[in-house]
């Protein structure tokens, strides 16, 4: 009957209706008697000629396990859906060489993951960049895009619920909701972090109430900002009480991780130690792509493939192939070639258990971690991993573990070191030691956690700790426009804080003119802005603009960091252009890629505010 569902459209019409609105896409509704219409019936349904189901994916999942290979989750998601077609049919054409089928990863648009009704100017500034448009899912669909393949969309942000209705009128199979817990770690959208947790369950039940399966939660996201696998497991756990609770089936979810490459036995015993206390029935891995990759489609697949090895032993049910990471969304050329490559990895690595007291120590770690987490956050006492049911999250109402996370990441709990969120406590500080295990520095452990029952670092670590300025320049750093991606951004601000800056951080999700204004108000001496959805060109430029309307652009230096170009080919066209005629077309004084490292950007910075004070 969708009763959640209608309800929690009557709950958000008004939202729903801008959403309709501002994607131009036709959304349920409510007509004159206030009832629901315009909503297509739960999978399994019939869409474009195919029945979709998120079973299609869970008969995947259990393929997996049947044949000790993972399934291949490649990511491809261009803006315009012919183009889209074209790219994925090619990456298609790939697996089906090789008798495979592969859950297709649809990578959508940002703007989708913002709230319509408090956010449209960024959207509308944002629009079209970083993936398939709402339209494009549904265009996509009806061209022929999941025929064979399973499709899954991304409905990160404020408002997980509405991109999902979107996906349930397209006929994706599956999406992700959030994740639940700490997508607002993550920095994705401008919503409180209570709304978010609300948020992510209404999305739960939708899914749960039409058969969508579901990417419940990401230890990859929390590992990405500077958290570890104990803690990651602990914010998974409870998702999956989230999810329990919104009725969820466990067939149609599953948890993402992940995996390094660097030390075997970490990824072993990382994921060894979700299998252990989850109760979703797939993992998908994904390579860890915070190590400075080259960035070169050839070499970087080297790099791609030593995690690979770790996701076929370990008994990964899904993995994503990765083409590259520092030249944008690729092709399906390159994409194809990656499920080629890592096909070729699966099929001449020999399945193997590895035993080790190394790996059992450390998976008992992470373990230990996650429980200690978990009773801090309950308010529980000794819970072991076997205490995790169905009936362990039945005790609470949703309204009470709502809270309780809430709470948790308020007295900082539940901490990262580089979480997006402006509205939770910021504590812990990690370190990945020499043997690739990440660990706490010593006295940054997540506050009201027992630190017996953490791992802590013994190496010499210099931490960067908040200071008093040492020197009088002052620096605004911000992401601009409908990018949430604020690992970069939170480095260079721990790089200029180390050399003694006052910084005024604004984090992710923000106009250029805002921030032009803020250091106009703060009368900042620097202002360095981030975008990785291809943007730059249009939007870095109106930080100056902006600075210039308020007769403060020559006084300023403004400098960006990211991608220029949004899709692979675009990439040697931008860096090309930099080579002969230097950055002024982008409006900044500098700007730094993918290649850059902190240290080259405070040294330049530095000559840059020397040159303007004239020294």
């Not at 999902?164 to 397209?170: E, G, M, P, T, V």
């Not at 009725?247 to 390094?260: C, H, R, T, V």
């Not at 295990?437 to 997540?446: D, S």
């Amino acid at each position: 009957m969708q009763e959640n569902t209608k309800r929690i459209i009557k709950e958000d019409i008004e939202a729903i209706r801008a959403y309709s609105e501002i994607f131009g896409v036709e959304m349920p509704d409510l007509d004159e008697n206030g009832e629901v219409v315009g909503l297509p019936a739960p999978y399994p349904r019939e869409v474009a000629g195919v029945v979709r189901s998120g079973y299609r994916v869970y008969e995947l999942a259990k393929l997996a396990e049947e044949r000790g290979m993972p399934i291949q989750n490649p990511i491809l998601g261009r803006n315009n859906p012919e183009e889209h077609l074209r790219e994925s049919m090619n990456m298609y054409s790939y697996a089906e060489k090789l008798g495979e089928t592969v859950l297709h990863f649809v990578h959508s648009e940002a703007t989708r993951h913002l709230d319509p009704l408090k956010a449209r100017e960024l959207i509308e500034q944002s629009r079209g960049k970083g993936g398939v448009t709402p339209q494009g899912e549904r265009d996509f669909v009806q061209q022929g895009g999941g025929s064979r393949h399973p499709i899954r969309i991304n409905a990160t942000g404020d408002m997980p619920h509405i991109s999902i209705l979107n996906a349930l009128i397209a006929g994706f199979d599956m999406t992700d909701v959030g994740p639940v817990i700490h997508c607002h770690f993550g920095g994705r959208g401008i919503q409180d972090y209570r709304t978010k947790l609300v948020n992510g369950f209404k999305a739960l039940q939708i899914c749960a109430e039409n058969n969508i399966y579901v990417q419940l939660d990401s230890q990859k996201h929390v590992n990405n900002i500077g958290g570890t696998p104990g803690m990651g497991l602990a914010m998974v756990l409870l998702a999956e009480g989230m999810a329990h609770l919104a009725g969820l089936p466990w067939e149609l979810s599953a948890i993402q991780i992940n995996i390094g490459g660097n030390n075997l036995f970490a990824d072993q015993a990382v994921m060894r130690a979700f299998r252990q206390v989850m109760q979703s029935k797939a993992l998908v891995v994904v390579p860890e792509t915070f190590q400075n990759p080259p960035g070169n489609l050839v070499a970087e697949a080297a790099h791609f493939a030593r995690m690979a090895v770790s996701a076929k032993i370990g008994g990964a049910n899904f993995y994503r192939p990765k083409a590259a990471e520092s030249v944008g969304i690729p092709t399906g050329e390159s994409m194809g070639q990656a499920i080629w490559g890592t096909y070729d990895v699966f099929s001449h690595t020999v399945n193997i258990k590895l035993n080790d007291p190394e790996i059992d120590k450390r998976q008992q770690e992470i373990v230990d971690e996650a429980m200690a987490v978990l009773e801090a956050a309950l308010n529980r006492k000794n819970l072991e991993p076997e205490d995790i049911t169905d009936a362990f999250w039945e005790s609470f109402t949703i309204e009470e573990l709502i809270d309780r996370i809430f709470h948790a990441g308020r007295a900082g709990i539940l901490d990262c070191q580089r979480a997006g969120g402006w509205d939770l406590k910021r504590h812990v500080k990690i370190h990945r030691d020499k043997d690739g295990y990440v660990r706490y520095i010593k006295g940054y452990t997540p506050l009201g956690v027992d630190e017996s029952r953490l791992t802590v670092t013994d190496e010499d670590v210099k931490v960067v700790i908040e200071k008093a300025p040492t020197k009088p320049q002052k620096i605004v750093l911000a992401t601009v426009g409908a990018d949430a991606h604020v690992n970069g951004i939170n480095v260079i601000r721990e790089a200029f804080m180390e050399a003694g800056y006052e910084i005024i951080f604004l984090r992710g999700m923000n106009l250029p003119e805002t921030v032009a204004e803020v250091a106009a108000e703060a009368g900042a001496d620097a202002i360095g802005v981030s975008n990785l959805l291809g943007l730059g060109q249009t939007l870095f430029p109106r930080v100056g603009q902006r600075l210039q309307e308020l007769g403060l652009r020559d006084r300023m230096v403004v400098w960006a960091g990211g991608r220029i170009a949004e899709k692979e080919e675009e990439q040697k066209m931008f860096h090309d252009r930099i080579a002969k005629e230097g950055v002024g077309f982008l409006g900044v004084d500098a700007f730094f890629g993918p290649s850059s490292t902190p240290e080259q950007c405070v040294r330049e910075i530095e000559r840059l505010l020397g040159e303007k004070a004239g020294v």
